[in-house]
């Protein structure tokens, strides 16, 4: 494959009902969810903390707490820290309310040329059909996103269970390419003797390796289609 990987990072995502102003670093700190030093890089960068919402960063995450989200990402090389991060904030807050859980996974590929770079999105949106609809003009592919679903035995979709891959040019490299994959899954609880904090918490421990894996096998092998590699 003549695309090489550059760029990759990771994000834990929850959906739920959460209340923003908790999460602030000093929080994280008291629970032991990072050290001191986090803490006070976190202190002095662009830190919001309020009812609405909640950002901070340090040398190795970002964290984004809104009413109805949180968002976790990655700084530097992807490590199961985050995993770790991520499992512990939920097992502080076992009874909050999670709907869903989102492994997401960022990569950023570098082409040798233009023509492998155009030659990408030539094959995943084939310009003929796009051509005819706008002769005269230039087309080409801004944002690709495909959405597979797991089945059940007869067939019928499992509901809330979706994985997303998105493909789009690279907004860092030049004749570069992103491509993201989403592994998106509903929290349902099905005992009552395990909260829905402490449900997601496992879906994210027992899913996570497989989930980074997974997308870099996947985006590897489509480029490898694509390319002829």
């Given at each position: ?13 929850f ?40 950002t901070?960063?340090?040398?190795w ?19 199961p ?15 909050t ?44 592919m801004?944002n ?9 035995d ?6 809330g ?13 030049k ?25 997601a ?16 096998e ?12």
């Amino acid at each position: 494959m003549a695309a090489n990987r550059e760029i990759f990072d990771a994000q834990i995502v929850f959906s739920g009902e959460f209340l923003p102003a908790l999460f602030s670093p000093d929080w994280f700190g008291r629970n032991n969810l990072i050290g001191t030093e986090d803490v006070e890089v976190a202190r002095t960068g662009n830190l919001v903390v309020s009812r609405d919402v909640t950002t901070f960063q340090t040398d190795w995450f970002t964290f984004q707490a809104l009413q109805q989200q949180i968002v976790a990402t990655s700084l530097g090389p992807v490590t199961p820290l985050l995993m770790d991060l991520a499992v512990g904030v939920l097992m502080l807050l076992p009874e909050t309310l999670i709907t869903g859980v989102g492994l997401n996974f960022r990569s950023h590929y570098k082409t040798s040329t233009w023509a492998e770079y155009h030659r990408i999105g030539d094959t995943l949106v084939p310009k003929d059909r796009w051509n005819t609809l706008f002769p005269g003009m230039h087309v080409g592919m801004a944002n690709l996103q495909v959405m597979a679903e797991k089945l059940k035995d007869d067939g019928v979709a499992v509901s809330g269970d979706q994985y997303h891959v998105f493909v789009q040019p690279s907004g860092l490299l030049k004749e570069g390419v992103f491509i993201a994959t989403n592994d998106h899954r509903a929290v349902s609880v099905d005992s009552p003797k395990q909260p829905p904090g402490e449900k997601a918490a496992q879906i994210v421990r027992d899913s996570w390796e497989s989930a980074w894996h997974r997308s870099m096998e996947l985006t590897d092998q489509l480029l490898a289609d694509v390319l002829g590699g």
